[in-house]
């Protein structure tokens, strides 16, 4: 179906969803924020509920993203986030290849986890200088075994392994005890305050899958050992600053993945806005068009140049990080002021910029993210359809209890798009 004389803005509030805190008098971060111009746009459309992944799924942000484009990916499908962020971060990565997200993280004398992001903001140089120590000095049983570490973004580390001989396995567990690798997609565990680095483990009984998760091993052992003596670390203590201990690894991934382009799929011309690795590797993926638009935090830009994109676009991607990290670190009245401020300089902007009578806007999220959890849940997320031709379903406010009454009803993540298109065409 021809979808070309439809115009949307797809935002994606990352972790928006959440549950009542008691920082917020029993209020989510959503219904507790004074958001003006969120509560004119969802009086503007029609609300409901969705479950990006699945029923009893906690699902990682790459699978939840894939899931709310349009990709329902059964487990067996996946390539694994390990592989999404080396595509996104441009490391050279083939099939047969082994791919690990990571984090750095920072480990007591007992080798017990006590920061699972160490610190969360690391400098470049110091991220950098430890993964080229780590590339050059690890020695694995396999001699030709070759590895690339690459940080990202503040905690976050892509690993790539290769052995020449032999096309490694992605049927291993993860060492990050905070996530279940379930056939390639992580879901989040509940966390408790004593946790270890796991031992990576084969999934299945091959020789391969043993091979692999030894070699993860080898490089876990020693990782801990080259960092413990790294004068970057020393230098790290001397300044008060976390310990990169060592890298949690989650996520292995070892095949390209085989997915339709986004434009065949919804037959519309798709581009987006993105700042993490794993957008940019499902932007990759799916040849979907990334348009630069500043740092995390530059909403009014990024705002902009959403608008400008329909000039030449008829839909666009726009994810914003902000939200999940606040909910990760239990910061309820942050989360909340996070969202205020989303409204003001991103949404204000937006409509400032957009002719609503021509440009639906849809937001939702890609999972909920609860300040009382510190991680991903199942809970379903709102999501708004809106446009001055919408008929509004007497819904006022974008939050997880209107959400329930909407007229959308709950749908899954990979409905969104598709049950918005109909909706849309429906009333133009």
Not at 121 to 127: G, L, T, V
Not at 317 to 329: A, C, N, Q, S, T
Not at 333 to 350: A, V
Request: net charge negative; aromatic share 4%; proline share 4%.
């Amino acid at each position: 179906m021809d979808n070309s004389n439809v115009h949307m803005i797809y935002v994606l509030l990352d972790g928006i969803g959440d549950l009542p805190h008691p920082d917020l008098n029993g209020k989510t971060p959503l219904e507790a924020a004074k958001t003006p111009i969120l509560d004119k746009i969802a009086s503007n459309g029609v609300i409901g509920e969705v479950i990006s992944v699945g029923k009893g799924i906690a699902p990682e942000s790459d699978i939840a993203v894939f899931n709310m484009l349009g990709y329902k990916f059964e487990h067996a499908d996946y390539a694994g986030r390990g592989v999404i962020e080396a595509i996104g971060v441009g490391i050279d990565f083939k099939d047969g290849d082994l791919a690990l997200r990571g984090n750095f993280s920072t480990l007591n004398e007992e080798e017990v986890i006590i920061d699972r992001r160490a610190g969360r903001q690391i400098e470049k140089e110091d991220a950098d200088g430890i993964a080229k120590e780590l590339e050059e000095k690890i020695k694995f049983s396999d001699p030709d075994t070759k590895i690339v570490v690459a940080p990202t973004i503040g905690h976050r580390v892509t690993v790539r392994i290769r052995t020449p001989s032999q096309k490694l396995s992605s049927r291993i567990t993860n060492t990050d005890p905070a996530y279940s690798n379930i056939g390639g997609m992580g879901i989040a565990k509940a966390v408790s305050d004593f946790l270890k680095i796991e031992k990576c483990l084969p999934l299945d009984d091959t020789e391969n899958s043993k091979f692999t998760a030894n070699l993860v091993n080898e490089f876990s052992e020693q990782a801990i050992k080259i960092m413990k003596k790294s004068e970057i670390n020393k230098k790290r203590q001397e300044q008060n600053k976390k310990q990169l201990s060592c890298i949690l690894l989650r996520d292995a991934g070892n095949k390209y993945p085989d997915v339709s382009p986004i434009n065949e799929k919804h037959k519309m011309k798709f581009s987006c806005i993105v700042d993490m690795p794993v957008e940019l590797g499902i932007s990759e993926v799916l040849k979907m068009k990334a348009f630069e638009a500043g740092g995390l935090t530059d909403y009014e830009e990024k705002a902009k140049v959403a608008a400008k994109a329909m000039e030449t676009q008829n839909a666009i991607y726009i994810h914003l990080k902000g939200p999940d990290e606040f909910g990760h670190d239990g910061d309820a009245i942050g989360k909340m002021k996070n969202i205020e401020e989303i409204d003001q300089r991103f949404f204000k902007t937006l409509v400032e910029n957009i002719d609503l009578s021509k440009v639906v806007i849809i937001i939702s999220a890609d999972h909920s993210t609860p300040c009382i959890n510190k991680g991903h849940s199942d809970d379903p997320v709102p999501m708004v359809v809106s446009a001055d031709f919408i008929k509004n379903d007497g819904t006022t406010r974008m939050t997880e209890e209107q959400a329930k009454k909407g007229s959308i009803g709950l749908l899954q993540g990979a409905e969104v798009i598709t049950k918005s298109l109909e909706l849309i065409r429906s009333q133009i």
